[in-house]
């Protein structure tokens, strides 16, 4: 008889876990690093930094460095970014081609393996199955991903389908290793070789060097625009909008507005903002004869704005929720008439009534504007036609501040029937942490239109 299958599963021993959450030890520390990442991001960077101590830097090949840095910069922010991960533009084969190249010059990877990780990283961000989630510290989310080695059980699944049928994207993946090893440091060293002798110039300063700095510049894209800046569009998870970042990754650093409309090919949309990829892709467009760059998709204005409007209501709405607006009408005591002239002086108190809502003005009389005696003189009293212009038409002010007075309602009081009739439900609209909306000019206390003058006198 075969034995009953438990359907308990049984728990992995730790030593047979994934090396990733096994603890570090003396023993196994070295086989939690991820080592051919490592000499790319941090061994062979610094082997560059080093030689620069020994090698002179000519003014060409600074110049040649300097461009080149953008021109690989570009291949990751145009290339690898915006038109493979999140195709916000279509480009012709010739352009296709040196972004596969420079997006290799750039040393992160094939465009195959980053633009699936970062697929992940939008559809998952700030979870465990972000690859690069910013929740678990800014050197995790910078670095450490690639140093470390990760359980691939824990990463994200996503569609690259597409990217399988751009031939260039096919090779570069399949020769990957050559590819990089070419366009990362013997090309630049070929130019500068070649071109006016440096050779050896060449291959630290527009090799090594500069693969280090547009390394470090790429990866500021997940660690700093997901810590400093902005959120205009949407504060409920990291991406964050800075010019520092910006200034860092070639306009990247719009990363709150990015993360809301990804499969748009600006990342900022104000004139004034750096946004030099963006400028790149649209000049490529504009080219005469042979534009290289088609389709730059946009989100509509009204789309992006509703989401930056909802985004200020909600900063409104915290802000509102921090004020006295007084007790909500529905959480105060309903007083007959009697209880009210029986309430309303001695023990602290000096009840008014206003609009069929019953405040308590003791505190106050001695500070009101128009003297005391004139408010003495109400206590008791009905007081909504002398509140509201019969003596003297208070302002918005003077209804905010009398909110907060607000003691009770009373029943069947002719004023209550008048703000029901005027559709004060209508007036207390809710915010989103169900509070009354109170606009100036709308308090419940104000009935009907100011009288004129004429009328006062
Ligand atoms: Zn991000
Ligand atoms: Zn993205």
Known sequence: MAAPTSVVATPIPPNEQHISNQPFTLHNWY?????????????????????????????????????????TAFGITGGYHRLWSHRCYSARFPLRLFLAFTGAGAIQGSIRWWSSGHRAHHRWTDTARDPYSAMRGIFFSHLGWMVFKEDPKLKGRTDISDLDSDPIVVFQHKHYG???????????????????????????????????LVQQATFCVNSLAHWIGEQPFDDRRTPRDHLLTALVTMGEGYHNFHHEFPSDYRNAIQWYQYDPTKWLIYLLSALPLFPQTSDLKTFRSNEIEKGRLQQQQKAIDAKRSSLDWGSPLSQLPVLSWDEFLRQASGDGAALVLIAGVIHNIGAFVAEHPGGKALIKSVVGKDATALFNGGVYEHSNAAHNLLSTMRVGVLRGGQEVEVWKKNGAGNRLAKDVKGQAVIRAGEQIMRVGAPMNAAVVA
């Not at 090309?187 to 090594?208: E, K, Q, R, T």
């Open 31 to 71: 086989k939690k690093i991820n080592w051919l990442n490592t000499t790319l991001v941090i061994l062979i960077p610094a082997y560059g930094l080093y030689l620069t101590r020994h090698t002179p830097l000519t003014r060409p090949t600074l110049l040649w460095s300097i461009l080149y840095y953008f021109m």
């Open 178 to 212: 050559m590819c990089l090893l070419f366009a990362a440091w013997i090309f630049p060293m070929l130019v500068a070789g070649i071109g006016w002798g440096d050779w050896w110039g060449g291959l630290v300063y527009a090799g090594l060097v500069r693969g280090c």
